[in-house]
Each structure stands twice: as structure tokens, then as C-alpha cells.
């Protein structure tokens, strides 16, 4: 049985985790109240798991957390949507990092060509950093959920 329920999150203690069972064996989680993901598939030493960190900058591998009780390791996570903007984890190290959240704006139509078409492009120019537990308002700020 397929189900979806909000859960408290295992990493920040907050209750805006989303929780949502894919198909018996895979069950993922996304948690609002600090912005990290995992899914069950997500242990040291699983292809899935090599898959994801492979590409990762060295910035998520850093901030990587590993729930003791289950094992799974929870990831920062990343929006890029052309037409909003982009949410990312963003700093030097562990210790000082922030969510870097960075609207879109609309290409002008004699532009689009530079862009290889696209009608949007992330503005850094608008970035705002904004503390862990404060992803909601990163995704509010561009455009995700309701200010």
C-alpha cells in the first residue's frame, strides 16, 4: 500500500517532513523544516547512494548527515526551476553555509539566442542566503510557496 504522511524530521526535529512511500522497497523523504532529502536507498556503500554523491559539490558531501537510528544519509536539496529561480546549499565548509536562494528573470525575446533559447535565467544579482531552518522562506522568496 502506497501512502504519503507528514513526519517529524529525524535531522532537525522539525514537523514538515515529507514522507512518501514510492513502492515497497523505496520510500522517500523531503524535509521542509531544514531542506535536506533521503530515501531508503540512500546507505554508504549502495550504487544509489555512490550514484548521487559522485556529482556532488563538496559542500553536500560535507553537510551529508547520517541518521543514526536508520542509517540513511539525508542530503542537502537542490531546486532549479527556469522560470522561479534556483535554492542550493552554498559555502566554504560545514560550519558556515547558508541556502543560497536566487530568482529567475525573463530573457528578453532579442536575447534568447545567447541562451541557446531559453526564456529565463537565474538573476545572481537577486541572491539572498538564508540560515538552515529558514528553507521555507527560501522557497518563498522564489516564488515556491506563498510569502
Same mark, same amino acid.
Given at each position: 500500500?502506497? +501512502?504519503? &504522511?507528514?513526519?517529524?524530521?529525524?535531522? =532537525?526535529?522539525?514537523?514538515?517532513? *515529507?514522507?512518501?512511500?514510492?513502492?515497497?522497497? %523505496?520510500? /522517500? *523523504?523531503?524535509?521542509?523544516?531544514?531542506?535536506?532529502?533521503?530515501?531508503?536507498?540512500?546507505?554508504?556503500?549502495?550504487?544509489? +547512494? /555512490?550514484?548521487?554523491?559522485? =556529482?556532488?559539490?563538496? %559542500? *553536500?558531501?560535507?553537510?551529508?548527515? !547520517?541518521?543514526?537510528? !536508520?542509517?540513511?544519509? #539525508?542530503? @542537502?536539496? !537542490?531546486? /532549479?526551476?527556469? &522560470?522561479?529561480?534556483?535554492?542550493?546549499? $552554498?559555502? @566554504?565548509?560545514?560550519? /558556515? #553555509?547558508? #541556502?543560497?536562494?536566487?530568482?529567475?528573470?525573463?530573457?528578453? &525575446?532579442?536575447?534568447? &539566442?545567447? +541562451?541557446?533559447?531559453? =526564456?529565463?535565467?537565474?538573476?545572481?544579482? !537577486?541572491?539572498? *542566503?538564508?540560515?538552515?531552518?529558514? +528553507? %521555507?522562506?527560501?522557497?518563498?522568496?522564489?516564488?515556491?510557496? @506563498? $510569502?
Amino acid at each position: 500500500m502506497k +501512502y504519503d &504522511e507528514i513526519v517529524n524530521c529525524p535531522k =532537525s526535529g522539525g514537523d514538515l517532513c *515529507y514522507r512518501i512511500e514510492v513502492n515497497k522497497d %523505496i520510500t /522517500n *523523504y523531503m524535509s521542509l523544516s531544514c531542506g535536506f532529502w533521503t530515501n531508503t536507498l540512500m546507505k554508504v556503500g549502495t550504487e544509489f +547512494y /555512490n550514484q548521487q554523491v559522485s =556529482s556532488l559539490p563538496e %559542500i *553536500y558531501k560535507d553537510l551529508a548527515w !547520517t541518521d543514526p537510528k !536508520t542509517d540513511l544519509v #539525508w542530503l @542537502p536539496n !537542490t531546486i /532549479n526551476l527556469p &522560470e522561479q529561480g534556483m535554492l542550493f546549499a $552554498s559555502g @566554504p565548509d560545514k560550519d /558556515n #553555509w547558508a #541556502w543560497g536562494a536566487v530568482k529567475a528573470v525573463e530573457i528578453p &525575446e532579442e536575447d534568447r &539566442e545567447k +541562451y541557446k533559447g531559453q =526564456s529565463h535565467r537565474a538573476d545572481m544579482s !537577486t541572491i539572498q *542566503y538564508f540560515k538552515e531552518r529558514d +528553507y %521555507i522562506d527560501a522557497l518563498s522568496y522564489i516564488g515556491i510557496l @506563498p $510569502s
